[in-house]
């Protein structure tokens, strides 16, 4: 007898909550007036709400950017990964409360922005948006606050004196199955004003990017064979690097295991994942997954180029963990990150 299963990195399907609404505001301004750069500690809130008996597990928010940073007359611009987004706080009321906090959520603490994608506030939250109200109609509602931060460097000294960027971010809310539950666009102004101290010299400047066709990974075993010599899935020039230093790049799960939204699981360290690069001057170091960091290449200073990484998912042959599992969908997800070596 074949069992067909599947499980996503970042799990999509059908099904829609009309309980929860999701709306947000923002303090749009900052001014940076520091080669340090500055902080907005209340840049932008979240908020998800709603009436009566509701239930969602494994939401997800998200921060787009619409087009670059740049001046109204597009005679300047400010790279995108120039601005990140950091949580603060979480707060609300529940029925029966207490809502979730930012680390029973499990976001990440730095999310930096990428020019046209989508990147993640919260991944795959692991606490749901959940009201069991003694009377009908009970209200609940989730607040999230973050901040927003413009990198320090020398590059604030390419802008003369009080010009003003803006930066035009789309923010989507989804159910567990990429459903949209509400989606709002904001424009922060950033401000150069008049910048003291003296330029910092050789600051680290590092790029990560995910191609859009590699941020859905999917492993799917569909045949006997499937499980007699497993599988695994490619994604060709699927990360992209810029450094102007040496750099090294560590993935870790934000869940310890693969789960369903009917409650089955599967050890995270059950699959596993290699980088490869044509390019020289790159080490690449194969793992299985896992909730804690783990370095998976190093690089030089690529010079003003992009260097391209092919990435591979696959599973053992005969794995046990899978032949025993469950029918079903499961997913987590997972997080890249760049720093100097």
């Not at 990428?114 to 948006?129: C, D, H, I, M, R």
């Not at 809310?173 to 459903?179: L, S």
């Amino acid at each position: 007898m074949i069992k067909i299963f599947s499980f996503l990195l970042l799990l999509a399907g059908q099904y829609i909550y009309s309980q929860i609404s999701y709306y947000s505001w923002v303090n749009s301004y900052l001014q940076i007036n520091s080669y340090e750069g500055n902080t907005n500690p209340d840049a932008y809130t979240a908020m998800m709400s709603g009436n009566g008996n509701f239930n969602v597990p494994f939401w997800k928010l998200s921060a787009k950017l619409k087009q670059p940073i740049m001046t109204n007359d597009g005679q300047y611009t400010m790279p995108g990964n120039k601005v990140s987004l950091h949580p603060v706080s979480a707060s609300g009321q529940a029925d029966p409360g207490p809502t979730p906090g930012i680390s029973q959520i499990g976001m990440p603490l730095n999310v930096v922005l990428q020019e046209g994608q989508e990147v993640f506030l919260v991944p795959k939250s692991n606490a749901t948006l959940y009201n069991q109200p003694a009377q009908n109609n009970g209200y609940y509602n989730l607040q999230i606050k973050f901040s927003l931060t413009v990198m320090g460097g020398a590059y604030l000294g390419n802008y003369p004196a009080w010009i003003k960027f803006y930066a035009p971010v789309e923010f989507t809310m989804y159910d567990q199955y990429n459903n949209v539950i509400g989606k709002m666009n904001h424009i922060f102004e950033l401000q150069i004003g008049t910048l003291s101290g003296t330029p910092p010299v050789d600051i680290p400047e590092l790029s990560l990017t995910f191609a859009p066709s590699a941020q859905n990974a999917l492993l799917e075993f569909n045949s006997m064979d499937d499980y007699t010599n497993g599988v695994s899935v490619t994604y060709n020039n699927a990360l992209m690097v810029k450094s102007n230093t040496n750099y090294q790049i560590k993935l870790k799960s934000l869940q310890s295991q693969f789960t369903s939204s009917y409650g089955n699981s599967i050890p995270i360290n059950a699959v596993k994942m290699a980088l490869n690069s044509a390019t020289a001057n790159t080490s690449v170091f194969p793992i299985s997954l896992s909730a804690s960091p783990q370095l998976v290449a190093k690089g030089n200073a690529t010079q003003g180029n992009t260097v391209y990484y092919d990435v591979k998912y696959s599973t053992i042959h005969n794995d046990e963990i899978f032949i025993n599992a469950k029918s079903d969908d499961y997913s987590a997800t997972l997080q890249y990150e760049i720093t100097p070596q």
